[in-house]
């Protein structure tokens, strides 16, 4: 993703970034939000890093860091999915750190994603997971016009769309 962005630069996460990914991504009662554990040590922050671009015979998921341009600060990430066998559709993802929350982060970035998705990929059904407990994040969809649609794979969790 470009630096076209206002409030945010969205790049690639570096090993300078540890000790920040650290701080956001071991808080325990942020992560019960996600459906992966807290981060325990600096190790875990360098593999975070080592894994921002996995390829697989079925995907390519492309981490980036979100910082927020007023300050330079590193405030969470996102997750771009892509399916081989579907170029139309993308599963995003992100996280910031609690520090950062009721601020209108998400939303923005929420709403970067969407516009850099339509505007440089073919990308036209982009979905999102949440889970059930996150009241914020599915607001944060809904008020960028996703729809949550049905899904029995993960009952703890509901899936969200946006067709472009």
């Known amino acids: 993703m470009s630096n076209q962005f206002k409030y945010f630069q969205y790049r690639t996460l570096n090993t300078n970034d540890c ?19 807290p981060m325990r040590s600096i190790e875990d922050a360098h593999s975070f890093i080592q894994n921002q671009l996995v390829k697989t015979e079925d ?15 590193l405030i969470g990430s ?14 995003i993802g992100y996280s910031i750190g609690k520090m950062y929350w009721n601020k209108g982060y998400g939303k923005q970035i929420i709403a970067d994603i969407i516009h850099y998705l339509k505007i440089e990929t073919e990308v036209r059904i982009i979905q999102a997971w949440t889970i ?3 009241i914020a994040s599915q607001k944060i969809l809904e008020h960028n016009n996703f729809i949550r649609i049905p899904q029995s794979e993960y009952p703890e969790s509901y ?3 946006l067709t472009t």
């Not at 000790?19 to 554990?37: G, N, P, T, V």
């Not at 995907?59 to 600060?73: D, Q």
Request: overall charge neutral.
């Open 19 to 37: 000790i920040s990914l650290l701080a956001i991504y071991s808080d325990a009662e942020a992560m019960k939000y996600r459906s992966s554990q």
């Open 59 to 73: 995907t390519t998921t492309i981490r980036k860091a979100v910082v927020l341009k007023e300050t330079n600060t």
């Open 78 to 91: 996102i997750m771009l999915r892509y399916f081989h066998d579907d170029p139309d559709s993308c599963l």
């Open 132 to 134: 059930k407990e996150n």
């Open 159 to 161: 899936l969200y769309q």
